[in-house]
T-cell receptor, first 108, second 115 residues
Framework: KNEVEQSPQNLTAQEGEFITINCSYS?????LHWLQQHPGGGIVSLFM???GKKKHGRLIATINIQEKHSSLHITASHPRDSAVYIC??????????FGSGTQLTVLP | DGGITQSPKYLFRKEGQNVTLSCEQN?????MYWYRQDPGQGLRLIYY???????QKGDIAEGYSVSREKKESFPLTVTSAQKNPTAFYLC??????????????FGQGTRLTVV
């Protein structure tokens, strides 16, 4: 079993829809990261969380440490949000372990 | 602007040749990392370095080598011993604060194709 599981693997939405991507992990962590990978391959860090909730523009990230679960929400989705969203956790070894990513496509 | 620069973006090599991927950062970050990404899989750690002149093997170090002679630079060599070198390679860096890593910054990646 992978240490970091994301769902869904693929997600297609219509512009304007509210989107949720989920991440579950099986190890104790010091922080959880949400990353965005564009079609060219470059990765941008969206959030780093260790508890609670963070918001940046239309993006909201939450984490429940007890349930070992995090969600990334996108409100009023737009085609430019189309990308791969990756969850990564930092465990006791201080290295990042990555999920396999969620491919999001937002249709106009 | 501070950031991480990987070069080149695309690289083609013949089988059996060593190839070196460049990663430079001007963020004054202590730690640097190399990851490999294959279709449908999460990023996997090849090597990392938390201080100049020191580096550690990650999960898939076989067939790769690195050096960290300067804080700003962490080149990765894909040797002929790497059985399946065609992949997308990402470099990252982070600050070490009180022994803990902070947010990671990633380069744009290098897509290596071995023919």
């Amino acid at each position: 079993k992978n240490e970091v599981e994301q769902s869904p693997q693929n997600l297609t939405a219509q512009e304007g829809e509210f989107i949720t991507i989920n991440c579950s992990y099986s190890v104790g962590i010091s922080a959880l990261h949400w990353l965005q990978q564009h079609p060219g391959g470059g990765i941008v860090s969206l959030f780093m969380l260790s508890s609670g909730k963070k918001k940046h523009g239309r993006l909201i990230a939450t984490i429940n440490i007890q349930e070992k679960h995090s969600s990334l929400h996108i409100t009023a989705s737009h085609p430019r949000d189309s990308a791969v969203y990756i969850c990564a956790v930092r465990g006791s070894a201080r290295q990042l372990t990555f999920g396999s990513g969620t491919q999001l496509t937002v249709l106009p | 602007d501070g950031g991480i620069t990987q070069s080149p973006k695309y690289l083609f090599r013949k089988e059996g040749q060593n190839v070196t991927l460049s990663c430079e950062q001007n963020l004054n970050h202590d730690a640097m990392y190399w990851y490999r990404q294959d279709p449908g899989q999460g990023l996997r750690l090849i090597y990392y370095s938390q201080i100049v002149n020191d580096f550690q093997k990650g999960d898939i170090a076989e067939g790769y080598s690195v050096s960290r002679e300067k804080k700003e630079s962490f080149p990765l060599t894909v040797t002929s011993a790497q059985k399946n070198p065609t992949a997308f390679y990402l470099c990252a860096s982070s600050i070490l604060r009180e022994g803990r890593n902070t947010e990671a910054f990633f380069g744009q990646g290098t897509r290596l194709t071995v023919v």
